[in-house]
């Protein structure tokens, strides 16, 4: 009985730490895209996407993409006829930087500090697209998209966008209950019945080869799986009860926001007609050389940091 309730608080603590976040901000950035504030963005960047490799239009995926979520810089690009080399820049750079002011609230709510989230997710982007455009010779057919966007009715006077931006605030809110209540509550069982060992245990090779301690595996795992979001709801809670150090939290967020939810975040890209295969292996590579680079850069500070304490 004390499992189920402790797993049960567990999750309404971490809903709410994490819904204070996400509430405000899906209903603030809803509410801008009815503004002028969005595409005076996306004239502001169009000039710099020759850059990537990407015509002028391609600014508007990527600025729906950062300001709101994967699924709107996929109807974003939807609704431009693009080539495929362009359409596979702007997936792999997605991957990389989107839903930007959800997921830096949620990341410093555990601690990683704002600067880490930027350079981390904007570099990834910028440079996978430099790389990519400079590198691959093809991919100048017209993309085929499996399917097209629905048209939606833009919502007529501030009352109305103000409703929908509440609407799909709730709607976020409610999602990330319906996964980190249950999610809490099978790990607090996990625990109680030792198993969570056993996961740690398994998880071994890969927090050994990111150099962060074996309490930090759990967190790995559910945001590969579930997102961001839902690794930061058992990263508060493994900082508060499992000791999970400062150093362990940086580095697990460093690969999660380089590769999380690899499996949705895969998948919904398929409609586009592009190469999944070869995004999935940029996602996890990159995830794994940058931690492991950083995370060497970081022993060595640590060992300098003691010998001149001990010189």
């Avoid at 931006?165 to 019945?193: N, R, S, W, Y």
């Avoid at 058992?234 to 999380?260: N, P, R, W, Y």
């Amino acid at each position: 009985m004390s499992t189920l309730k402790n797993g049960l608080m567990a999750g309404l603590k971490t809903t709410w730490a994490l819904g204070k976040i996400i509430f405000p901000i899906t209903l603030l950035v809803t509410m801008l895209q009815f503004t002028p504030v969005l595409p005076f963005i996306v004239n502001l960047v169009a000039p710099f996407m020759s850059i990537f490799g990407l015509s002028g239009d391609a600014a508007i995926p990527l600025v729906l993409g950062n300001a709101l979520n994967l699924y709107a810089g996929i109807a974003g690009i939807l609704s431009l006829e693009l080539t495929v080399k362009e359409v596979f820049i702007l997936a792999v750079m997605l991957s990389f930087s989107h839903n930007m002011f959800i997921e830096t609230g949620v990341a410093l709510k555990v601690g990683v500090k704002l600067w880490v989230v930027l350079v981390v997710r904007f570099g990834l982007a910028a440079l996978s697209g430099i790389i990519i455009n400079l590198a691959w010779p093809g991919g100048a057919e017209i993309a085929q998209y499996g399917f097209t966007p629905e048209a939606v009715a833009a919502p007529e006077g501030w009352l109305a966008i103000f409703l929908l931006g509440l609407e799909k605030a709730g709607f976020g809110v409610l999602q990330l209950a319906i996964i980190v209540i249950p999610l809490m509550l099978a790990i607090q069982i996990l625990k109680d019945t030792k198993y969570l060992n056993r996961i740690s245990d398994m998880m071994g090779p890969l927090t050994r080869l990111l150099g962060v301690q074996k309490n930090a595996s759990l967190t790995l795992a559910s945001g590969l799986i579930f997102g961001l979001a839902m690794g930061a709801g058992v990263m508060i809670q493994a900082v508060q009860e499992d000791g999970v150090s400062k150093k362990d939290a940086t580095l697990a967020f460093i690969f999660l926001v380089a590769c999380h939810a690899i499996v949705e975040d895969t998948l919904i890209f398929i409609p586009l007609g592009i190469p999944i295969w070869p995004l999935l292996a940029i996602r996890v590579v990159t995830a794994l050389a940058l931690t492991i680079f950083v995370s060497y850069l970081w022993r060595k500070a640590e060992e300098n940091r003691k010998e001149v304490f001990s010189a």
